[in-house]
Structures are given as C-alpha cells and as structure tokens.
C-alpha cells in the first residue's frame, strides 16, 4: 500500500515563495511519473505538474508556467514543488501522486496566498 505524505505548505503573501515536498512509502517511484495537483474551495482537482521516470522531462499547467519547478530524488523517495511569484489564485490543496493520478491520495498541504 502506498502511502503519500505532503508537507511545506502555509500562509504567504503575494509575490512569496513556498516548496512543497511529498514523500511517499510503500513503493519506490523510480519506475513512475510523478505530478502534483491542487484543489481549490468548491473545485475539481487540478494538474499542475508532472516530472518523468528520468527526471529529464517537466511539464506544467500553463497557470504555473515559469513559476513553479518541479523535482525529484529518487534516492530519498521525495518529489518536491518549488513555488515563486506565489499568487491568490494559487490558493488551493496540493497533492501529489502519479502523473496520472493512480496511487491513492494522500492528505496534501493547504497553501493559501494573501492579497
């Protein structure tokens, strides 16, 4: 059973920065895309980014691109999200999981974004 924890979110201002990290148990990653996504109050959960097997390929939901960077060390079982020029909008809980979304979730992080 996979279990996946997300940690790093909280409150920032306008213009701040935050990174996510998500650890995950119970199977190595290594053999998988990773992604993130986020959900805001009264919305479906949505893409923000996915890093593939290698590491060598990203790809971001065009409301991030340029702002948001996504990583991962195999070695640590870790995927992380670097978040700059943080905006209200990208007020939401995050998540990871696979790049398609199969594992089962886990509880992710709150970020909230002030104005």
């Known amino acids: 059973q996979v279990q996946l924890v997300e940690s790093g979110g909280g409150l920032v201002q306008a213009g701040g920065s935050l990174t996510l990290t998500c650890t995950y148990s119970?199977?190595?990653?290594?053999?998988?895309?990773m992604g993130w996504f986020r959900q805001a109050p009264g919305k479906g959960r949505l893409f923000v980014a996915s890093i593939s097997r290698s590491g060598g390929s990203t790809e971001y939901a065009d409301a991030v691109e340029g702002r948001f960077t996504i990583s991962r060390d195999d070695a640590k079982n870790t995927v992380y999200l670097q978040m700059n020029s943080l905006k209200p909008e990208d007020t939401a809980k995050y998540y990871c999981n696979t790049d398609r979304g199969g594992w089962s979730w886990g509880q992710g992080t709150q970020v909230i974004v002030s104005s």
């Open positions: 119970g199977r190595t990653s290594s053999g998988w895309a």
